[in-house]
T-cell receptor, first 114, second 114 residues
Framework: EAGVTQFPSHSVIEKGQTVTLRCDPI?????LYWYRRVMGKEIKFLLH????????ESGMPNNRFLAERTGGTYSTLKVQPAELEDSGVYFC????????????FGSGTRLTVV | AQSVTQLDSQVPVFEEAPVELRCNYS??????LFWYVQYPNQGLQLLLK??????LVESINGFEAEFNKSQTSFHLRKPSVHISDTAEYFC????????????FGQGTTLQVKP
C-alpha cells in the first residue's frame, strides 16, 4: 500500500509570503496528524483530524496557520504570512483508528523562511 | 504536564558495541510508548511500540525496549550495533487522556563508528 505522501519535500519562501503544504494519508485512515520540528528542538504536535473534523488543534501556534481536510482525504496546512520562526520540518502522520496506534509518518516538508 | 525526556542528544559508539538510548516520561498512568527512527534524508519509521502485555518489546532488526512503570522509562537497547544503525531516534508517548497525539522527546543521534 502507498505510504503517507507529503509535498513539496522542500520549500524556501520569503518572510511574508504564503506557503501551502499538502499531506496525502494512507487510504482509509480516518486520523490525520500534523507535527512540526523546529531545528534543534523536539517534534511537536500541531493538530489532529478525524475524517474532515478537527479533533484537537491545541498545538497550532497562532492564527497564521490554517489546516483543512476536505472530504476527509488529503489535508493542507497553509502558513500566511510566513515568519522566520516558522522554519522547520513539517511531518504528517495517519492512522486507522482503534487501539492499534499504528501511526505512519510521511517524509516531511522542510520549510525555510528567509 | 506531559513531557518526554531523552537525556542524550548524541551517542557515539563503535561498531559491534552495545548501546542504550534513554527515555523517561512524566507519568506512567495509562501510556502507550513508541520508538521511531529517522535515517538521513528519510521520514520517521516506527521501530517498536509497547501497548500492553509483556514489558519487553523487540524490533525486527535487533533493538529492544523495556517498559518500566515504576521508573517511568522506556530505554532502547541493542547488544551489538552496525554502521547502518546510524540515525536519529525518537521516543514518543501517547497518554490515554489524549485523543491521539504523540508527545516526542528531543531525539538522540546515534553515531556508529567503524
Amino acid at each position: 500500500e502507498a505510504g503517507v505522501t507529503q509535498f513539496p519535500s522542500h520549500s524556501v519562501i520569503e518572510k511574508g509570503q504564503t506557503v501551502t503544504l499538502r499531506c496525502d494519508p494512507i487510504s482509509g485512515h480516518d486520523n490525520l496528524y500534523w507535527y512540526r520540528r523546529v531545528m534543534g528542538k523536539e517534534i511537536k504536535f500541531l493538530l489532529h483530524f478525524v475524517k474532515e473534523s478537527k479533533q484537537d488543534e491545541s498545538g497550532m501556534p497562532n492564527n497564521r496557520f490554517l489546516a483543512e481536510r476536505t472530504g476527509g482525504t488529503y489535508s493542507t496546512l497553509k502558513v500566511q504570512p510566513a515568519e522566520l520562526e516558522d522554519s522547520g520540518v513539517y511531518f504528517c502522520a495517519s492512522s486507522q483508528g482503534g487501539r492499534s496506534y499504528g501511526y505512519t509518518f510521511g517524509s516531511g516538508t522542510r520549510l525555510t523562511v528567509v | 504536564a506531559q513531557s518526554v525526556t531523552q537525556l542524550d542528544s548524541q551517542v557515539p559508539v563503535f561498531e559491534e558495541a552495545p548501546v542504550e538510548l534513554r527515555c523517561n516520561y512524566s507519568s506512567s498512568v495509562s501510556v502507550y510508548l513508541f520508538w521511531y527512527v529517522q535515517y538521513p534524508n528519510q521520514g520517521l519509521q516506527l521501530l517498536l511500540k509497547y501497548l500492553s502485555g509483556s514489558t519487553l518489546v523487540e524490533s525486527i532488526n535487533g533493538f529492544e525496549a523495556e517498559f518500566n512503570k515504576s521508573q517511568t522509562s522506556f530505554h532502547l537497547r541493542k547488544p551489538s550495533v552496525h554502521i547502518s544503525d546510524t540515525a536519529e531516534y525518537f521516543c514518543a508517548v501517547k497518554w490515554s487522556s489524549n485523543t491521539g497525539k504523540l508527545i516526542f522527546g528531543q531525539g538522540t543521534t546515534l553515531q556508529v563508528k567503524p
